[in-house]
């Protein structure tokens, strides 16, 4: 949509029309652009436009609204599906978690993208595979292979999902940090939607009880888990129907949290030092410190991908280059106690 926008911004017919058959798409393709179109009436008043602000909240067109409750409601069978079949929740739910999860938010991608039938094909091969894969693992509960597959298993997932959030969009940069910002504000809108339903499950269920009547067991099974199970695509509807809901949320939080990370890192490391624990000998403690890696990674590609999109202060670009220096030496520590430990003790 980039490219057309550029090459219809003096044809307002042109850009009406492509407004209307994609809001959110043309909103964000044109904020990116309108720095290097100001001074064209036509862009200035696009840009009025798409920066009112209204109270109002965009419910997306009725399809996507049936297409997202359709979802939901899979996703909340697939979730109980330990509930309606004799499979024990204890294999099922370590194992599938991701495919509870990611097939719903890959059907919508894929839909509304309108992606070719060749990508959805690979999409539907490699989520197959993986589901495949996994549950004829054996089943053992002190296998770290069974741990590591599932752990990776996910990472598989979410790089589709990536695959299907671009689309057709070829070597797009763009595209690539739309991808990261959509992460951050799906963790932000999801968590909103967790503390609401927990609030409002608390309230009911306290309720009831007020009443004699105990609905923990049955609010559970039967509501809470279809509600847990829908969270993902109900945040992502959200956040791709209404961007300015958490638009101006999610660049605070990475202002706040990337000096304080930076600070916390640097303590942590002089620390570590001091007490003589590392992650060569002590196997716990490597994996709590890729964790923390993972964590502070995805914390610098959410920051990076809101520095593009709205520009930093020079301290702010500091901080990002401090912090990823830092991320470089945790991932270099990590890497070196990875090869000590395999050359010791073996790959298993």
């Not at 436009?49 to 109270?55: A, G, N, P």
């Not at 993972?294 to 670009?317: H, Q, R, Y």
Request: glycine letters at 6%; aromatic letters at 12%; hydrophobic letters at 55%.
């Amino acid at each position: 949509m980039k490219n057309e926008i550029l090459a219809q911004i003096d044809n307002p017919a042109a850009l009406e029309k492509m407004y209307r058959a994609n809001k959110t798409a043309f909103k964000r393709e044109f904020a990116n652009l309108y720095p290097d179109l100001q001074g064209n009436t036509i862009a200035n008043c696009w840009q009025e436009r798409l920066q009112y602000e209204s109270d109002d909240i965009s419910w997306g067109s009725r399809k996507e609204l049936v297409f997202v409750i359709v979802g939901a409601l899979v996703a909340g069978l697939l979730a109980k599906l330990p509930n309606l079949t004799s499979i024990d929740p204890e294999f099922f739910y370590p194992r599938n978690i991701g495919f509870i999860v990611f097939p719903v938010l890959l059907a919508y991608f894929a839909w509304r993208n309108q992606l070719s039938a060749a990508k959805i094909f690979f999409m539907a091969a490699v989520t197959l595979a993986g589901l495949v894969f996994i549950n004829v693992l054996p089943n053992s509960d002190r296998s770290d292979t069974l741990v590591l597959s599932c752990v990776h298993l996910l990472l598989v997932l979410w790089s589709v999902l990536g695959f299907a959030f671009v689309g057709d969009a070829k070597n797009n940069p763009e595209k690539r940090l739309h991808f990261l910002r959509y992460n951050g504000e799906l963790l932000v809108m999801a968590a909103l939607i967790v503390i609401a339903g927990g609030i409002l499950s608390g309230i009911t269920i306290g309720l009831f009880s007020l009443i004699g009547l105990r609905i923990e067991q049955f609010y559970m099974e039967n509501v809470a888990v279809f509600g847990m199970a829908a969270v993902p695509l109900a945040a992502t509807y959200l956040t791709q129907t209404n961007p300015q809901l958490v638009g101006k949320v999610s660049p605070v939080i990475a202002k706040i949290f990337s000096p304080l990370v930076l600070v916390m890192l640097v303590v942590y490391l002089l620390a570590m030092a001091y007490s003589g624990n590392d992650p060569y000998n002590n196997r716990d403690f490597l994996l709590i410190f890729n964790a923390l890696l993972i964590g502070v990674m995805a914390l610098i590609f959410f920051s990076a991908a809101e520095a593009t999109k709205a520009g930093t202060k020079k301290a702010e670009t500091w901080v990002l280059f401090l912090l990823s220096l830092v991320t470089i030496v945790v991932n270099g520590i990590a890497l070196s106690a990875i090869l000590f430990r395999i050359s010791e003790w073996g790959l298993t």
